[in-house]
């Protein structure tokens, strides 16, 4: 027979864990056994539970992964927008370089670019339409 028992595994992990803290397997058997039947508890394992199987984040901080997706940094525009220059981007990149803002030219490197001037015909950064 496995252990712990499948049919009381909760039980038994608990008070492997309280055993170490308290005199007797004994009493940290009592202690899981409280702690397993607490309507309370239970009621708050089947919320987590059903959050988990649902794909939602269960909120609780002791849950590593939930509370990492909970605290984590939101994504900025800068996170998921499409970068210039590439393959489909029909942006024109200016410079400053001597002065005066300027298209660039086939002599200027990617260093000496200071922005981007978003076209109507990007598929990435077309410009947002003004509302009427």
């Not at 008070?15 to 009493?27: G, M, P, S, Y």
């Not at 394992?45 to 984590?72: K, V, W, Y």
């Not at 499409?82 to 393959?87: P, R, S, V």
């Given at each position: 027979?496995?252990?712990?028992?499948?049919?009381?595994?909760?039980?038994?992990?608990?008070?492997?864990?309280i055993?170490c803290?308290?005199?007797?397997?004994?009493?940290?058997?009592?202690?899981?056994?409280a702690?397993?039947?607490?309507?309370?508890?239970?009621?708050?394992?089947?919320r987590?539970?059903?959050?988990?199987?649902s794909?939602?984040?269960?909120?609780?901080r002791?849950?590593?992964?939930?509370?990492?997706?909970?605290?984590?940094?939101?994504?900025?525009?800068?996170?998921?927008?499409?970068?210039?220059?590439?393959?489909?981007c029909?942006?024109?990149?200016?410079?400053?370089?001597?002065?005066?803002?300027?298209?660039?030219?086939?002599?200027?490197?990617?260093?000496?670019?200071?922005g981007?001037?978003?076209?109507?015909?990007?598929?990435?950064?077309?410009?947002a339409?003004?509302?009427?």
């Amino acid at each position: 027979m496995p252990y712990p028992p499948t049919d009381d595994r909760l039980r038994h992990l608990l008070a492997q864990r309280i055993n170490c803290h308290v005199d007797t397997w004994k009493l940290a058997f009592f202690i899981a056994g409280a702690i397993v039947d607490d309507p309370d508890i239970r009621g708050e394992l089947n919320r987590i539970a059903a959050a988990h199987t649902s794909g939602q984040p269960c909120g609780d901080r002791n849950c590593r992964t939930c509370f990492e997706a909970a605290t984590a940094a939101p994504a900025t525009a800068a996170d998921t927008e499409a970068q210039f220059g590439t393959e489909d981007c029909t942006c024109i990149p200016w410079t400053r370089k001597y002065g005066t803002p300027r298209y660039c030219g086939p002599q200027e490197t990617v260093s000496d670019i200071s922005g981007w001037e978003r076209q109507a015909d990007c598929p990435h950064h077309a410009p947002a339409e003004e509302p009427t």
